[in-house]
C-alpha cells in the first residue's frame, strides 16, 4: 500500500468546506421539505502524533433492520434536553463511543 501524502493545511481546508459544500454534494438523499425529526451527527477529526488525519467513525450492528453493517457518523434524534445540534451530536458520539464532549 502506499501512503498518499497529507497537506499540511488540512484542518483549515477541512473547516473551510462547510461554507462551500451544499447537501447534495454530499447525498442523493436529500432531507424532506416537511416532517422528519430533528437530528444530528458528529464529523470528528483530529491527527495522530505524526500529523496524519484520522476520522471517527461507527459501524452499525449487522442485526439491524435499517443500514445494518452501515458505517456511519455517530449521532441520532435530538433529545428535549439537548443544546442545539452541537449538544445532540456530542451526547450521540459519547453514548456512542465513549467520547469525551469535554475533549
Given at each position: 500500500?502506499?501512503?498518499?501524502?497529507?497537506?499540511?493545511?488540512?484542518?483549515?481546508?477541512?473547516?473551510?468546506?462547510?461554507?462551500?459544500?451544499?447537501?447534495?454534494?454530499?447525498?442523493?438523499?436529500?432531507?424532506?421539505?416537511?416532517?422528519?425529526?430533528?437530528?444530528?451527527?458528529?464529523?470528528?477529526?483530529?491527527?495522530?502524533?505524526l500529523?496524519?488525519?484520522?476520522?471517527?467513525?461507527?459501524q452499525?450492528?449487522?442485526?439491524?433492520?435499517?443500514?445494518?453493517?452501515?458505517?456511519?457518523?455517530?449521532?441520532?434524534?435530538?433529545?428535549?434536553?439537548?443544546?442545539?445540534?452541537?449538544?445532540?451530536?456530542?451526547?450521540?458520539?459519547?453514548?456512542?463511543?465513549?467520547?469525551?464532549?469535554?475533549?
Amino acid at each position: 500500500m502506499t501512503a498518499v501524502p497529507v497537506p499540511s493545511d488540512w484542518r483549515e481546508r477541512l473547516a473551510d468546506l462547510p461554507s462551500k459544500i451544499r447537501p447534495q454534494d454530499l447525498s442523493r438523499f436529500l432531507p424532506p421539505e416537511q416532517g422528519g425529526r430533528d437530528s444530528a451527527v458528529l464529523m470528528l477529526f483530529g491527527a495522530d502524533d505524526l500529523g496524519r488525519p484520522h476520522v471517527l467513525l461507527t459501524q452499525r450492528s449487522a442485526s439491524l433492520r435499517s443500514h445494518p453493517g452501515q458505517v456511519s457518523f455517530p449521532g441520532g434524534a435530538t433529545d428535549p434536553d439537548d443544546r442545539g445540534a452541537a449538544g445532540t451530536a456530542l451526547r450521540e458520539a459519547a453514548e456512542e463511543t465513549g467520547l469525551d464532549p469535554s475533549g
